[in-house]
């Protein structure tokens, strides 16, 4: 049996949901349909039994606070078949965390649940590398009733979906391989919303090439578009300047302040 606080077990379950994710991510999503999963705002309840065929249950310890000592169970569930990657993990002590990503899907539909076991909140996200939340989250209190609803669309009507087709349009690689660089997708909430992607540009250029573009969040107007071309760091900081490369404004900032 081990040691550990409840606090970093749920930290690394989190770490490792991302990481098992973005690695079962595939080349096949180019040709996907890019279809929403639909979710409702039903109340919920947690039961273990769908987890029964593979679930791992393992003892640990709380080592620190009011509870330091006591003994707990902690759950962790992964299955990928033909219809996709199921993942599951938590305890009673904290909470659970569910996810499910159908193959070959843009799509993860993410769920939370108190430990209680009555549902917390669930929603969809983006099954790429980041997990941009879409569309309408439901909020849930201890008591199952519905207290709020986040609709994460609201000020982007240039949705996840346009962004995806963007990329596919210029025949730019969505996800890594042995070769290229998968794309980055951020949304950026400053004084001026907008999309922000690191996109491979090799394929296309037949040169070491990438670029930052940044899609306004209504319109989809280029604010921004910069071409580097030279040795790139992978998740370079956008931040910084890369001296190793060379620099082509195609698009000078709208975002910045003037």
């Given amino acids: 049996m081990r040691t550990t606080t409840l606090l970093m077990a749920l930290v690394i379950f989190?770490?490792?949901?991302?990481?098992?994710?973005?690695?079962?991510?595939?080349?096949?999503?180019?040709?996907?349909?890019?279809?929403?999963?639909?979710?409702?705002?039903?109340?919920?309840?947690?039961?273990?039994?769908?987890?029964?065929?593979?679930?791992?249950?393992?003892?640990?310890?709380?080592?620190?606070?009011?509870?330091?000592?006591?003994?707990?169970?902690?759950?962790?569930?992964?299955?990928?078949?033909d219809?996709?990657?199921?993942?599951?993990?938590?305890?009673?002590?904290?909470?659970?965390?569910?996810?499910?990503?159908?193959?070959?899907?843009?799509?993860?539909i993410a769920k939370s649940y108190y430990k209680n076991g009555n549902i917390h909140f669930k929603c969809i996200t983006s099954s790429l590398f980041r997990?941009?939340?879409?569309?309408?989250?439901y909020f849930f209190n201890q008591d199952g009733k519905l207290e709020n609803i986040v609709d994460h669309d609201k000020g982007w009507d240039y949705s996840y979906e346009k962004v995806i087709e963007y990329?596919?349009?210029?025949?730019?690689?969505?996800?890594?391989?042995?070769?290229?660089?998968?794309?980055?997708?951020t949304q950026e909430e400053k004084e001026k919303k907008y999309w922000q992607l690191a996109l491979d540009t090799r394929k296309t250029t037949n040169k070491s090439t990438w670029e930052i573009?940044?899609?306004?969040?209504?319109?989809?107007?280029?604010?921004?578009?910069?071409?580097?071309?030279?040795?790139?760091?992978?998740?370079?900081d956008l931040g910084d300047n890369n001296p190793r490369a060379i620099e082509k404004i195609i698009v000078a900032d709208k975002t910045l302040k003037k």
């Fill in 131 to 137: 997990q941009i939340k879409i569309g309408k989250q």
């Fill in 167 to 185: 990329i596919l349009e210029r025949k730019l690689p969505l996800v890594s391989d042995n070769i290229y660089y998968g794309a980055e997708i």
């Fill in 14 to 81: 989190a770490s490792c949901k991302a990481q098992v994710e973005n690695k079962n991510v595939t080349k096949t999503l180019n040709h996907n349909t890019m279809e929403r999963p639909i979710i409702t705002p039903e109340f919920e309840k947690l039961h273990l039994e769908n987890y029964k065929d593979g679930l791992k249950i393992s003892k640990a310890f709380i080592d620190a606070g009011p509870e330091k000592g006591n003994e707990f169970s902690m759950y962790d569930y992964r299955k990928v078949d």
């Fill in 83 to 108: 219809t996709g990657t199921k993942m599951f993990g938590g305890s009673f002590l904290g909470g659970f965390r569910a996810s499910f990503t159908k193959k070959d899907s843009y799509y993860t």
């Fill in 213 to 236: 573009v940044k899609l306004d969040a209504m319109t989809g107007e280029i604010l921004y578009q910069i071409e580097f071309e030279g040795d790139r760091i992978y998740h370079l």
